[in-house]
């Protein structure tokens, strides 16, 4: 889901930044309003889990891959604001450092993966759980719906991005400057291989962490709550 | 052991394991995500090269490109393997220097001593 350099335009990729500024801004005041100094280091864990769970390209045979996200787990860990944060890092990491995602759709992969899934998989996660206990059976499922969830509305926000392209920018001859892709091909393509497969990664991934922390410590699952309210 | 150390040791344990993310799609004949190919592929897919993607494609030059160290695209996968556990350390460690960075600037010395 990681959108190269040269896919979007202009257009999309500069609106994409534009859009990301502020939330950019109110991550980093919510920050500054709620976390504590002993939470530095489960953020430097989200980033790092985000950064590396990317790395683990899932085939489909013959045919294309992808990847679990990992940014509902983080958000279900540190809340949304301090997991758009979170994964940011990791995006920017891997853009700079690896070219895995271009440096101009920046904005616009952080838009997908630390804004969009970030904030739907918590807020469904919040939903669904109720007030249903910490260490609930129900919360495990929930944790796994919302990550399909997130990370499906996520790739279809890439798929739109990817599918306008042919709508706004056309050369002379008819051929596609960027994305040569429509809506037609790009939605199918990416949310159809997210729902088939990489979804369900990004689901029992989420739900496997929140069930080995539900034993381990139900603690960190609580803290979110509090700072979030 | 407290909870944070067996979080950083499962990290630990995702970095020497994420060769796997290499290794299996070679091994079932994936290839690349969908609208993550290189610029030539396109002349296969849709029979010429978006001239604004061509432009716009070769504006950054990572240092690793791909979790692969510059020119060992054509190496055996055990090579590529041990680029892509190092390429998961630098990117970890940069990200964890990142983010106490952060945490450095945004949170306010009377919320440190707390």
New interface residues.
Partial sequence: ???????L?PATSGVMYVLMLPVWISA?KM??KT????Q??????G???S???M?????????????AVGAVLVAILLGPWAAC??VT??L?????????G???AIGANCFNMAFIEVFAGYYIYKLISGKSATASGRRVIVAGIAGYIGINIASLS?AIM?GIQPLL?R?ADG???????GLGV?IP??LG?HMLVFGWVEAIVTALVVKY?QK??PT?LEAVEEVSR | MK??T???I??GV??V??P???L??E??????????WG?DT?KE??G?I??????????????????AFKGWAEKPLANLSFA?II??M???V???S???L??KL???KS??E?
């Fill in positions: 889901m990681h959108i190269p350099d040269g896919y335009g980093s920050a500054k976390l504590k100094a002993k530095v280091p489960l953020l430097a864990i980033a790092a889990f950064f590396v769970i790395m683990f390209n899932v085939p489909i045979p013959g045919g294309t891959t992808g990847h944060i979170a890092v990791a920017v990491v891997q853009a700079l450092l690896f070219g895995d271009g440096i101009t890439a990817f920018h050369a051929q596609s400057l960027y994305c040569p892709y790009a393509a990416m291989e922390l381990q410590d960190l | 909870t944070i067996k979080l950083w499962g990290i995702l970095i394991l994420s796997l993310g290499l299996l799609p091994r079932f004949k994936a290839g690349d995500a969908w609208g993550e610029v396109f897919l849709v010429y978006p001239q604004g993607l061509a432009k716009l494609s070769s504006l950054w030059s990572a240092p690793i490109p791909d979790y892509y390429s998961a630098i990117g970890i940069v990200c964890i990142i983010v106490f952060l945490g945004l949170i306010k919320s440190r707390k």
